[in-house]
């Protein structure tokens, strides 16, 4: 079982910001795609952000430019900036570990944007 910790999630109210963490395993870190998915109560599990190779990036449209997806090789940790909330970036974040034809998921983290 891959444990994957997440950590950061909240209410906030719109414009606000959060910051979401993952620790993974060393060689989770190491050798699987570190991302971030989100599913709002009733919707499919989307991606919000991902590493693709190396360092390069991939984010939903929705995101760019209010998330920055970052990680701390010393720490085996992926955090999630979250910028310029808004309301419709409330759901539950977890944090995805990929490797082709395997998929690791944290437990989830509860985001919740509101006045």
């Known amino acids: 079982q891959v444990q994957l910790v997440e950590s950061g999630g909240g209410l906030v109210q719109p414009g606000g910001s959060l910051r979401l963490s993952c620790a993974a395993p060393?060689?989770?870190?190491?050798?699987?795609?570190m991302g971030w998915y989100r599913q709002a109560r009733g919707d499919q599990r989307d991606l919000v952000a991902t590493?693709?190779?190396?360092?390069?990036?991939n984010y939903a449209d929705s995101v760019k430019g209010r998330f920055t997806i970052s990680r701390d090789n010393a720490k085996n940790t992926v955090y999630l900036q979250m910028n310029s909330l808004k309301p419709e970036d409330t759901a539950v974040y977890y944090c995805?570990?990929?490797?082709?034809?395997?998929?690791?998921w944290g437990q989830g983290t509860q985001v919740a944007v509101s006045s």
């Open positions: 060393e060689s989770i870190f190491n050798n699987y795609v």
């Open positions: 590493f693709t190779s190396g360092e390069n990036t």
């Open positions: 995805s570990a990929r490797k082709w034809p395997l998929q690791h």
